[in-house]
Structure formats: C-alpha cells, structure tokens
C-alpha cells in the first residue's frame, strides 16, 4: 500500500480533451512532484512544489498545468495534448524538497489518441 | 552527454550470479547518490543511499568514485525477485537539488 495514491491509473484521451491527474499523499510531507516517464528514457521532472508553491518548471510546455491546493494534493490538468505526450505520470513527495528518499505513486498511464 | 548514464542492459543472469551495474554521472559537483528500484509496471522506490566510503545491504553493495564520477551497484546471489530495473540517481549541486534519474538497467533472473 502505497503513501501516495495516484487517479486514474489509465487514461485514454483525445487530443481536443480536457483531463486531470490527481495525486494525494498521506505521509505529511512537504514537497510535491511530477515526473514524466516515457519508453526507454530516463525520468523527467516536470514540476516541484513546495509547501505549496511552485519552486521549478522544468521548461513544459503551457499544455500541462500543475496545481497544488494544499500540501497532500497535487493535480496536473492535461489540454490539447500531442500523442508523444503518452507516457507514465508519475507524482512522488518526499519530507522536505532536498530530502533523501522521494516516495512514488504507482503513476497514470496517458496515452494520447 | 548524458546527466546519468547506465547501461540499459537487459542483464540476464542466473539464480545464484553475482551481477554488477555501473553509472556515471556528469556534474562533478553533484552532492547525494542514491539507487532505485523499478518493478514492471510499478513505481520506483529507494533501495539505497551510496556513501563514498560505500555501504552494503545485505546482498546489495554501492560503491561511489567521486573522481570518476562513477557509481556501482553489486548484487551477490541474485534471486528471481531481484528481476527490476535498477535506477542510478543523483542529486544536483545544492541540498535542494533535484534528484536526476538515469535511464535504468534492467536485470532479469533465470531459474
């Protein structure tokens, strides 16, 4: 059983859609990620928040759009997505930003039609 | 070149080798080195800290060479479970530097 939970497990989505990703986490901690994960590459992160504030973008494009209300939830709101967005999304927390271990959720798999 | 480069293998090896990964890493100033595991289709999760003195886990030793900006990960006895990508990762220059991710080996253990 995973500390961070991770809706909807699979998504399919055309590419005029409007989606959401939901992340929550129940280990109290402070920081919260996004990372891309695509066959055979490495993982990309994509966005950082901490306690609740967006502290890095990692250059991504405006078609993604991270949104964190409070510090145990972190959205990724999806719009006018390409096919080679199609990836593993994976949202991770760890306690504070530079600590040592991040913890995973089990991530959304995205394919784009 | 690459931030954090691995061998993506697939190693295959039998129940009972000792298999050995490598890393390397291209910011010398990098500060915290770690390993993951990734099981298919699952998410990642922390197998081990790499000290530069290296540090042992059971069947599990990482070694790290900060002059070569080198990371190794040694697996004594392998067992069918040990089947995973194994990630070499690395912390950037600063203690809120963000984790940098390889692109993972991935193991296979054969009866």
């Known amino acids: 059983e995973t500390g961070v939970t991770q809706t909807p497990r699979h998504l399919v989505m055309g590419m005029t859609n409007k989606k959401s990703l939901k992340c929550e986490q129940h280990?109290?901690?402070?920081?919260m990620y996004w990372y891309k994960q695509s066959a055979k590459k490495p993982l990309e992160l994509m966005f950082v928040?901490?306690?609740?504030?967006?502290?890095e973008n990692n250059s991504v494009p405006s078609r993604f759009s991270p949104e964190c209300p409070n510090s145990s939830h972190l959205f990724l709101h999806l719009h006018t997505l390409q096919p080679e967005d199609s990836a593993l999304y994976l949202c991770?927390?760890?306690?504070?930003?530079?600590?040592?271990?991040?913890?995973f959720g089990q991530g959304t798999r995205l394919t784009v039609v | 070149r690459k931030e954090v480069e691995q061998d993506p293998g697939p190693f295959n090896v039998p129940e009972g080798a000792t298999v050995a990964f490598n890393c390397t890493y291209s910011?010398?100033?990098?500060?915290?080195f770690f390993w993951y595991r990734q099981d298919c289709r699952k998410e990642p999760k922390l197998l081990m800290s790499?000290?530069?003195s290296g540090n042992e886990d059971g069947r599990f030793t990482a070694q790290l060479n900060r002059a070569s900006q080198y990371i190794s990960l040694l697996i004594r006895d392998s067992k069918l479970s040990d089947s995973a990508t194994y990630l070499c990762?690395?912390?950037?220059?600063?203690?809120?530097?963000?984790?940098?991710f390889g692109q993972g080996t991935t193991l296979q253990v054969k009866p």
């Open positions: 928040y901490s306690l609740e504030e967006r502290v």
């Open positions: 280990l109290g901690h402070n920081a």
């Open positions: 990762v690395v912390r950037g220059s600063s203690n809120t530097g963000k984790l940098i």
């Open positions: 991770a927390s760890s306690q504070e930003r530079g600590a040592t271990e991040a913890f």
């Open positions: 910011n010398s100033a990098s500060q915290s």
């Open positions: 790499v000290y530069s």
